[in-house]
């Protein structure tokens, strides 16, 4: 039975079911319709069920058969992958590079994903972490290249360089009650407004804070698009980076909160030494180009 069901029988199947009779499915295989219907017929013999109906003017698949061919092509697509991922590697590459990255949006990494798929299969992972949750994404192999603030102590395995500096800006929606005090954006006055805050990823680590008050009111979120969201909907104070926010400010959907001071982060990228496959070479270069071209720095 099993040297019967091979991956050839199953693509005769799957070309059938796409092509709609033997004889299209025979000149898409460049074979002789005839060997079609003898394998097939063979197949039914030595599986001992029947997976074509011929009782009418054209053979269709059999309630058994169809079962046959759906997870036929299961097995197929796995076949492919297992071919397609084992040379990915056979050539260098990995089969996934993960890239974990705070402060920054999503859309910051769409022209590498675009680019990378032009030199290779690799797949790519993007994961926002944030402040302790970024290094202990690198440090415990979630991650395999990191952009975020740089911390003060570097781990001793970890490779980092400088991209450039990150401005931050104090905003609020625009009817937000903060923007009517008399008083001046100091620590006091801070903590009479809500901050909203994103959670610290840490899943070991112990979690840290970002631009918060002791005492303070706040909202803490999951990610940046729900604090940029909350932001908007005037539940409070935060930090954006001044890319993100100078568009919102345009659209009058949040604004600088006047007598704030612009706080700078300088941007680097990490990774560690032990491993580096071509994707994750090929990724770290172009982020450095990049990062110097865009519009976030």
């Given at each position: 039975m099993s040297s019967s069901l091979t991956l050839e029988a199953l693509q005769v199947l799957d070309a059938i079911a796409r092509r709609g009779s033997f004889a299209a499915a025979a000149q898409e295989l460049n074979r002789a319709p005839s060997s079609l219907s003898y394998q097939v017929q063979k197949l039914e013999q030595d599986l001992d069920l029947v997976i074509f109906d011929r009782s009418g003017h054209k053979a269709v698949f059999t309630e058994a058969g169809q079962l046959l061919l759906n997870r036929g092509r299961i097995l197929l697509s796995a076949a492919n992958d297992l071919v397609e991922d084992a040379n990915i590697l056979a050539h260098g590459w990995e089969l996934e590079i993960s890239i974990a990255y705070d402060l920054l949006p999503i859309q910051f990494f769409f022209p590498l994903v675009h680019d990378l798929?032009?030199?290779?299969?690799?797949?790519?992972k993007l994961q926002e972490e944030v402040l302790a949750g970024s290094w202990e994404a690198l440090s415990y192999d979630r991650a395999d290249i990191l952009i975020c603030p740089k911390p003060e102590h570097i781990p001793i395995d970890v490779k980092i360089e400088t991209l450039g500096n990150l401005d931050m800006v104090w905003v609020a929606a625009p009817k937000h009650i903060v923007h009517k005090r008399t008083s001046d954006f100091g620590h006091q006055t801070r903590k009479k407004y809500r901050a909203i805050a994103i959670a610290d990823s840490a899943r070991t680590a112990p979690r840290l804070s970002r631009n918060l008050v002791d005492d303070q009111p706040r909202l803490t979120v999951s990610n940046?698009?729900?604090?940029?969201?909350?932001?908007?909907?005037?539940?409070?104070?935060?930090?954006?980076p001044r890319y993100v926010a100078n568009p919102l400010i345009e659209q009058k959907k949040l604004a600088i909160i006047e007598g704030s001071e612009v706080l700078s982060f300088e941007m680097v990228i990490a990774w560690r030494r032990n491993k580096m496959g071509k994707a994750k070479s090929w990724c770290i270069q172009y982020l450095k180009k990049y990062w110097k071209i865009s519009d976030f720095n």
């Open positions: 798929s032009s030199v290779s299969k690799s797949r790519v940046f698009p729900v604090k940029i969201e909350s932001l908007c909907a005037g539940l409070g104070i935060g930090t954006l």
